[in-house]
């Protein structure tokens, strides 16, 4: 069993002021992997102090010399990447494609902020004026428990490029995850007071930074529920915000698609990284005149999908990242019932032989109407909820009419169709036939979903303030 106990405070790594712990517990078996102690507001306030003072100096720091600390941390953290991968299919449950794949896009991170940072233009003119995009200061970062490094390295990589310091809260849940990485980032030799990581709860960490008078901007991924307090809080002290929230994405698979692939790939999306993902498609739109060949189709896929140990290769579905997480589907899978949808496959109770985890059966409800709590709130796990549509105008009118608007998803042999359709949805990403990643095109959310964006060029820009000098 693993002890952290020390935060990572002006390049190094100290014993915190705060005294509270959190039990790190394995969720595929429930035992105890480690113990990590939580910090306070005087932790929050030692960080933020030392994230200030290194602002000074690396606010004027060099493009050459950001790339440079940039390329530094992507070779500390590939060293690592075995270690990465293994560390949080353990403490996460993530399965091993996708826990694999995240730690690829954590240390892609580096190179893609890299290639934006060159190109990027921080001096420009509108009319007669010199406009110049300066750093916006010292920026706090909170992020989840699933994807936790991954949103760590695209957010510090990104304020890196903007001439920012930062001060991190990760998810207590993360802390193993979170020890790995801060060890590549020490060994990457930052400038002191450049990074600094602080381990805590939202209601106590969370809080002091997003009240802290020094911060000056706000990176947070996760619910919309904590988003929107977040935003409150940080209207004391006029801070920027950029917020990345939750998803409920339509994928509508038009009819003049192959529905035998179409509908096995929308299964397997809706429950892309156990179904803990804010941009998977968890509502299937389908024409209502095929839906009984959907149903076939989909419940053949869904009982193809391996939900299992997340350390095995074939698993596609791991466990829940906690028992509350677990109630919390179960919760939402008895709601569709009672609802009145129809359960295809799957629902309450633990997969058969897995009752020492948070492992829920991959489930799919069918018939569904687009008003059901299933269909309109975020659920976070593998359920899934079909609903039929008469025409095009409706199948729009149906993905639109959601609180959400992060990711859509359309599936049709006419391209030039499909992408019709994609103008017309309120997301602030849309993938045309399959799941497809940019890291240099902006991503962040309409209405709900979020504020700002993340990502290349668009991304760097919410870490800047232009400055207009008139001469």
């Not at 910090?39 to 030692?46: A, R, S």
Request: with cysteine.
């Amino acid at each position: 069993m693993k002890s952290i106990n020390k935060g990572y405070i002006n390049g190094e790594f100290v014993t915190l002021h705060g005294s509270a712990t959190f039990d790190l517990i394995n969720p595929t078996n429930h035992e105890q992997l480690g113990v990590v102690t939580l910090g306070d507001e005087t932790d929050v306030q030692q960080a933020v102090a030392a994230a200030k003072q290194a602002f000074k100096s690396f606010s004027r720091s060099s493009i050459a010399d950001r790339v440079q600390l940039l390329e530094n941390l992507q070779a500390a953290v590939s060293k690592k990447e075995k270690e990465l991968t293994e560390v949080m299919i353990q403490e996460y449950g993530g399965t091993r494609q996708f826990c694999a794949m995240s730690v690829q896009m954590a240390i892609s991170s580096f190179s893609s902020m890299i290639e934006t940072l060159q190109a990027f233009e921080f001096q420009r003119k509108a009319g007669h004026t010199l406009v110049q995009l300066t750093p916006v200061g010292v920026v706090g970062i909170i992020t989840p428990w699933n994807a936790s490094n991954n949103l760590i390295c695209n957010k510090v990589a990104t304020a890196i490029a903007a001439g920012c310091t930062v001060v991190v809260k990760p998810s207590e849940m993360s802390a193993l995850q979170t020890q790995v990485l801060v060890e590549c980032f020490h060994e990457a030799g930052l400038p002191k007071g450049l990074f600094n990581v602080v381990n805590g709860l939202g209601n106590v960490v969370g809080s002091a930074i997003t009240n802290h008078p020094d911060i000056a901007k706000i990176s947070f991924t996760g619910s919309t529920v904590t988003g929107k307090l977040i935003a409150k809080s940080a209207v004391d002290t006029v801070k920027r915000v950029t917020l990345e929230l939750g998803g409920k994405s339509p994928n509508i698979i038009l009819d003049d698609a192959d529905f035998e692939k179409a509908i096995p790939m929308a299964i397997f999306g809706a429950y892309m990284n156990s179904g803990q993902a804010c941009v998977a498609p968890t509502r299937l739109l389908v024409p209502k005149s095929r839906l009984e060949e959907v149903n076939q189709l989909a419940k053949a896929a869904a009982e193809q999908v391996v939900v299992g140990n997340p350390g095995n290769d074939s698993t596609n579905v791991g466990p829940m990242v906690s028992g509350k997480q677990f109630d919390r589907v179960q919760q939402y899978i008895q709601v569709g019932l009672e609802e009145g949808a129809t359960l295809l496959t799957g629902g309450l109770g633990k997969p058969a032989g897995l009752e020492d985890g948070n492992f829920v059966k991959a489930t799919v409800f069918t018939d569904v109407k687009n008003n059901m709590r299933i269909a309109q709130e975020e659920i976070f796990g593998p359920v899934l909820s079909i609903i039929p549509y008469e025409n095009e105008e409706e199948a729009i009118s149906i993905a639109n009419d959601t609180t959400y608007g992060l990711a859509a998803y359309i599936t049709a042999a006419d391209e030039g169709r499909a992408i019709r359709l994609a103008s017309q949805i309120e997301a602030g990403r849309v993938c045309v036939n399959g799941f497809k990643h940019d890291p240099l095109a902006p991503f962040g959310g309409f209405k709900q979903s979020g504020i700002g964006r993340e990502f290349g060029a668009y991304g760097l820009e919410e870490y800047l303030e232009p400055k207009s000098i008139l001469v």
